[in-house]
């Protein structure tokens, strides 16, 4: 069987499952996943939160790892919680904008 690659865009629709619990709009139609990185044995993912004081903050890094974890489990998963760019609201999709009426 012919392993097919894995790209960005295939990480980015396996962490449009993880739903901030407080907005209740998934994690990059927020715009929280700045980037993602794939080697042959790791994905790297550089994401912040809304804020640096979101309660969520444990739950929401566990679930990424753990969707990724699931969806790739020949890949080390490494994440890097990061505040440099701030998170703006600028930063959602139109969608995630419609959703929010903003």
Known sequence: MIKREI????????L????DPEIGINIVDLG??????ISDEEIIIDMTLTT???????????WVK??????????KIIINLVW????????????ARKQLRI
Do not use: Q
Not at 16 to 19: E, F, Y
Not at 32 to 37: A, I, K
């Open 84 to 95: 440099d760019p701030i998170w703006t609201p600028e930063k959602m999709s139109e969608e």
């Open 32 to 37: 929280l996943v700045y980037n993602v990185s």
């Open 66 to 75: 753990r969707i990724l974890e699931l969806s790739y489990p020949e890949k």
């Open 16 to 19: 449009k499952s993880v739903i």
């Open 7 to 14: 790209t960005k865009n295939d990480v980015f629709e396996a």
């Open 52 to 62: 640096p004081g979101c309660p969520m903050h444990g739950s929401i890094i566990d």
